[in-house]
């Protein structure tokens, strides 16, 4: 990633001793004039300085993922 990154929210993740779940926007992740995207990153380490996983999501995109994790969060 090469744009500005700032952080939207950040929150424990449930079933780790300090992992932690990022929400962030992306300026121009994949380089000049490159639109910006919503990411999800997942620490399992509290000093973590790079999430073990990343998501990128599209902003035209969200709306239906939201809808997508709703249904899941149904069938748990």
Same mark, same amino acid.
């Given at each position: +990633?090469? =744009? %500005? @990154? %700032? /952080? $939207? &929210?950040? +929150? ?7 992992? #932690?779940? %990022?929400? #962030?926007? @992306?300026? /121009?992740?994949? =380089?000049? !004039?490159? &639109?910006? $995207? ?6 399992? !380490?509290?000093?973590? %300085?790079?999430?073990?996983?990343? @998501?990128?999501?599209? !902003?035209?995109?969200?709306? /239906?993922?939201? #809808?997508?994790? /709703?249904?899941?969060? !149904?069938?748990?």
């Amino acid at each position: +990633m090469s =744009g %500005t @990154v %700032t /952080q $939207i &929210d950040k +929150m424990r993740l449930d079933g780790t001793t300090d992992g #932690s779940i %990022t929400i #962030s926007i @992306v300026e /121009q992740p994949y =380089g000049a !004039k490159s &639109d910006a $995207i919503a990411s999800i990153g997942i620490s399992l !380490k509290a000093d973590a %300085t790079e999430p073990e996983w990343k @998501v990128h999501l599209p !902003k035209a995109n969200i709306d /239906q993922i939201i #809808s997508a994790l /709703q249904e899941a969060k !149904k069938a748990l």
